[in-house]
């Protein structure tokens, strides 16, 4: 127990960069997702093909590749960046694909006739998007983008390979540095498990919290 | 159908023009972002040739051909194991007996919230101290089967709360015990309805693949290590094998994408219609969609 107690400020420092590193990650996603799902859905013929390019390439490179690209390929370069900054970034850019298609799945499941409903009343496009489909598709992106942020918050685990001190990061230096090791592995499983079932509940109460009682 | 189809309407005159405009300016956007990366490249010699040429060579290619094998086996073995074990855990987790359900539940959360990356660690650092040493094959399947079960038994049990429960109830009016309505009517057709989200599911496990890297086992990744430890060529040999990856993974989602239109064409295409939420690149089941 020793090793815990003792070594607890580091632990939580680690959990603070975890955190830290899922939460801007999971925003960048959620910024870059957007814009790209908008360009998906929009009239501009390049816009649409560039996003879903965009989205078939980070959807299918895996984040380790990802990863070791930026940290240690972007230096060669002439990039230099602290492996946080490099490891968010990669989190944003590998995020945004699935935030992008939630978003987009969010936007498609509005039934058609909504829309149709709308316009047949005179509402323009922006009207149409602003009280009609967004309110709607809001409700059903909700599961999808809390999902996202679970993955993201799985995924800033690889950020220890290329050695950012996150959780993971700290729990295998605590591990190699006393003889107690399973403690340590399953102090951080389990604070892993308090972050994401806790963002899971977080995302059941929203959900319930907007639906829309028919 | 989609909704942006009657967003707007047909574009006028003054609309189409404007779609010009954004288009031109956006084609420019583009090709300047990408021509700008290109100088940058340029700029630092990325881009000569002699970085390049080696990888034409039989050696290198040999490198990188036993790392694509390598990537290829662990993928196998972790679907040939993670598979089966999913869908028993869905029926686990289905059970009417509330021990057996509550287990399969706790197992199922607890795998699909915890990383791969520490359970790896757990199996190569901490496990070899309490005697359990496993080949380093296993100290990368073994992981990535415990968390990817945990993922597909979430995808098999929505495939069969999407199956109209008429069948499983038909199935016990004629007499059937528990198992047999399971094994015979419900899962059949259940797996049917979730199989592209299956087929999609070997894309993760692929990337998860790539973690043989922090276990040292010679796949595409740690390959890469290998080679950018002895030519410094790092850029080059990540960039090629990241695009290995991509092709891969990129043709697996057009199997899944394949899979799905042929079993929306056949009849039961309705049964399929609920599962249009389970979309294979973003499953219900599938938080770790993004994990590695």
């Known amino acids: 127990m020793h090793v815990l107690t003792d070594n607890i400020g580091f632990l939580m420092g680690g959990v603070l960069i975890t955190v830290e590193l899922t939460v801007l990650g999971f925003l ?105 489909i967004l309110p709607q598709a809001f409700r059903v992106m909700v599961q999808p983008l809390v999902n996202t942020f679970i993955g993201v918050l799985l995924s800033s685990a690889l950020a220890a390979v290329v050695s950012v001190n996150d959780l993971t990061g700290r729990a295998q230096f605590l591990n190699l540095e006393s003889a107690e090791a399973v403690l340590c592995f399953l102090f951080a499983g389990a604070v892993y498990l308090v972050l994401a079932l806790g963002s899971g509940a977080f995302g059941g109460w929203l959900e319930r919290k907007v639906a829309i009682r028919r | 159908m989609s909704v942006n189809r009657v967003l707007f309407d047909a574009p006028g005159p003054r609309a189409r023009r404007r779609i010009v405009y954004v288009t031109g300016g956006s084609v420019i956007v583009v090709l300047g972002v990408l021509g700008l990366a290109l100088r940058q490249l340029d700029a630092h010699g990325q881009l000569a040739q002699y970085r390049w040429r080696p990888f034409l060579t039989t050696p290198y290619l040999r490198v990188i051909w036993q790392g694509l094998e390598g990537t290829l086996r662990a993928t196998a073995m972790s679907a040939v194991l993670a598979f089966p074990l999913g869908i028993v855990l869905a029926l686990l987790r289905l059970s009417p007996r509330r021990v057996v359900s509550w287990l399969a539940t706790a197992y199922i959360e607890v795998f699909r919230s915890i990383p791969l990356l520490l359970l790896i660690y757990a199996f190569l650092l901490a496990l070899p101290r309490y005697s359990i040493n496993l080949p380093i094959f296993y100290k990368l399947v073994v992981p990535i089967v415990l968390v990817s079960s945990a993922v597909i038994a979430e995808v098999v049990r929505a495939g069969v709360k999407a199956l109209d429960s008429g069948q499983g109830e ?71 094998i990241a695009v290995i990856y991509v092709v891969i993974n990129f043709l697996l989602g057009q199997l899944a994408a394949q899979v799905e239109r042929r079993l929306r064409r056949r009849p039961g295409g309705s049964a399929f219609a609920r599962t249009r939420e389970l979309d294979p690149a973003n499953p219900p089941g599938a938080r770790l969609a993004t994990t590695a």
Request: net charge positive; glycine share 6%.
């Open chain 2, 170 to 240: 038909a199935a016990v009016a004629i007499g059937l015990r528990y198992s047999q309505v399971m094994r015979l009517v419900v899962l059949p057709q259940s797996l049917r309805l979730v199989l592209p989200t299956l087929v999609a599911q070997l894309i993760t496990l692929l990337k998860e693949s790539t973690l043989g890297y922090a276990v040292s086992y010679p796949e595409l990744m740690k390959q890469g290590d290998f080679l950018t430890a002895r030519t410094h060529l790092l850029l080059q040999t990540y960039v090629i």
């Open chain 1, 28 to 132: 960048g996603a959620l910024l870059l997702g957007t814009i790209l799902a908008v360009c998906r859905v929009s009239p501009i013929t390049p816009l649409r093909v560039v996003a879903s390019v965009y989205v078939e390439f980070f959807r299918n490179i895996p984040l380790l590749s990802l990863l070791v690209l930026v940290v240690f390929g972007l230096p060669d370069a002439g990039l230099t960046l602290s492996t946080f900054v490099s490891a968010w970034i990669c989190l944003a850019l590998s995020g945004s694909a699935f935030a992008c298609e939630a978003i987009r799945g969010g936007i498609n499941s509005v039934a058609v006739g909504q829309a149709e409903a709308a316009r047949a009343i005179g509402l323009t496009f922006t009207q149409n998007l602003r009280f009609v």
